[in-house]
């Protein structure tokens, strides 16, 4: 017999329908889920986030690399932020911003890549908390 529980339902049409009852995400694991894929359904945030999957930058780099201004970048980093996506530090006058550090910023950044079907570009630099800001070896 299984050790899983499960929860009565009305009906039985499927057969495993009482364990994924008993095992549905709560609410706020949801509302976290939903709130990262909302933001990301924005084609320019979902670029932004794309790019700082690979890297850490300043507002000014990413408009230019993303084509954007800075205050629509700044404004969509903003909402990336508060989702939790990204984060960010001061390194003397400038603000740098880089993914998040968690296991939903990894799991998007990779299903992007697979549906999308595109490649991590292979950089010298690290992929993720390159704290260095010294550009001059680039």
């Given at each position: 017999m299984s050790d899983q529980v499960t929860k009565p339902l009305p009906h039985t049409h499927h057969k495993n329908a009482g364990i994924l009852?008993?095992?549905?995400?709560?609410?706020?694991?949801?509302?976290?889920v939903a709130e990262?894929?909302?933001?990301?359904g924005d084609p320019s945030r979902l670029r932004i986030f794309w790019f700082l999957c690979h890297c850490e930058e300043c507002v000014i780099n990413i408009a230019s690399a993303t084509d954007m201004s800075s205050?629509?970048?700044?404004?969509?980093?903003?909402?990336?932020?508060?989702?939790g996506l990204i984060v960010s530090q001061r390194n003397g006058k400038e603000m740098y911003y880089r993914a998040a550090d968690?296991?939903?910023?990894e799991k998007l950044h990779h299903t992007i890549e697979e549906v999308a079907r595109i490649s991590c570009p292979h950089t010298h630099e690290p992929h993720h908390h390159d704290h260095d800001h010294d550009h001059d070896h680039e």
């Amino acid at each position: 017999m299984s050790d899983q529980v499960t929860k009565p339902l009305p009906h039985t049409h499927h057969k495993n329908a009482g364990i994924l009852a008993a095992n549905i995400p709560d609410i706020d694991t949801i509302r976290t889920v939903a709130e990262a894929m909302k933001q990301l359904g924005d084609p320019s945030r979902l670029r932004i986030f794309w790019f700082l999957c690979h890297c850490e930058e300043c507002v000014i780099n990413i408009a230019s690399a993303t084509d954007m201004s800075s205050p629509a970048v700044s404004h969509h980093l903003g909402l990336l932020k508060r989702a939790g996506l990204i984060v960010s530090q001061r390194n003397g006058k400038e603000m740098y911003y880089r993914a998040a550090d968690t296991e939903i910023v990894e799991k998007l950044h990779h299903t992007i890549e697979e549906v999308a079907r595109i490649s991590c570009p292979h950089t010298h630099e690290p992929h993720h908390h390159d704290h260095d800001h010294d550009h001059d070896h680039e």
